[in-house]
Nanobody
Framework: HVQLVESGGGSVQPGGPLRLSCRIS????????MAWFRQALGKEREGVAA???????NYADSVQGRSTISQDKAKNTPFLQMNSLKPEDTAMYYC???????????????????WGQGTQVTVSS
């Protein structure tokens, strides 16, 4: 039984950094596709960043250049480092995974079949 648990959310001032973690359990294969999504109030869920088992990455235009997705395979934990946060980054952030991946790893939620419960990120002064 695969489980994903996000952590690292919270309140941060505009311009500040934040690092999200996603602890994955019950998954023996480390060559999975993993992604971060977010959903703001009243908006659709959108892809933020994705990483494949080969280390290939994909970023949404809105976070390109100020975010980095990475993973510690030994600990089965992907991370999302976000810098220069903006109020429009405020949302619930979710990690998701799938055994099948492409290059570049997909950013559409329909590709992913395992989801975490989410962690809230609020950017406000």
């Amino acid at each position: 039984h695969v489980q994903l648990v996000e952590s690292g959310g919270g309140s941060v001032q505009p311009g500040g950094p934040l690092r999200l973690s996603c602890r994955i359990s019950g998954l023996a294969d480390t060559n999975y596709c993993m992604a971060w999504f977010r959903q703001a109030l009243g908006k659709e869920r959108e892809g933020v960043a994705a990483i494949g088992g080969d280390g290939s990455t994909n970023y949404a235009d809105s976070v390109q250049g100020r975010s980095t997705i990475s993973q510690d395979k030994a600990k089965n934990t992907p991370f999302l480092q976000m810098n220069s946060l903006k109020p429009e980054d405020t949302a619930m952030y979710y990690c998701a995974a799938h055994f099948v991946c492409f290059r570049p790893p997909p950013l559409h939620p329909s590709h992913y079949n395992v989801w975490g419960q989410g962690t809230q990120v609020t950017v406000s002064s």
